[in-house]
């Protein structure tokens, strides 16, 4: 079955940098894009970053673009998320996500908490 895994989060202060992995499995990963979203805490998951299956094309949510960096390594089935410049405002659980079959499949997801 399809099966994300995300890992990297923690407490960091403002200013410093997290990478967040995301390890797939149960699907061909290297032929679908994949997704990190975040959620708040009261607040909607808002998708963050994008990167398509061939790690050519990313896109960003309009406030963390020049802060983080999507990419992708198909040779091990994993997504990473580099977040420089964290602010609290980046507090939040972060996601992997992918359409598969037109089914949603989501990890467990990650915290990340910025704070001093």
């Known amino acids: 079955q399809v099966q994300f895994v995300e890992s990297g989060g923690g407490l960091v202060q403002p200013g410093g940098s997290l990478r967040l992995s995301c390890v797939a499995s149960?699907?061909?990963?290297?032929?679908?894009?994949i997704n990190w979203y975040r959620q708040a805490p009261e607040k909607s998951r808002e998708l963050v970053a994008v990167?398509?299956?061939?790690?050519?094309?990313?896109t960003y949510e309009d406030s963390v673009k020049g802060r983080f960096t999507i990419s992708r390594d198909n040779t091990k089935n994993t997504v990473y998320l580099q977040m420089n410049s964290l602010s609290p405002e980046d507090t939040a659980v972060y996601y992997c996500?992918?359409?598969?079959?037109?089914?949603?499949?989501w990890g467990q997801g990650t915290q990340v908490t910025v704070s001093s």
């Open positions: 149960g699907f061909p990963f290297s032929a679908y894009s």
């Open positions: 996500n992918a359409r598969v079959l037109r089914e949603d499949f």
């Open positions: 990167i398509s299956a061939n790690g050519g094309t990313a």
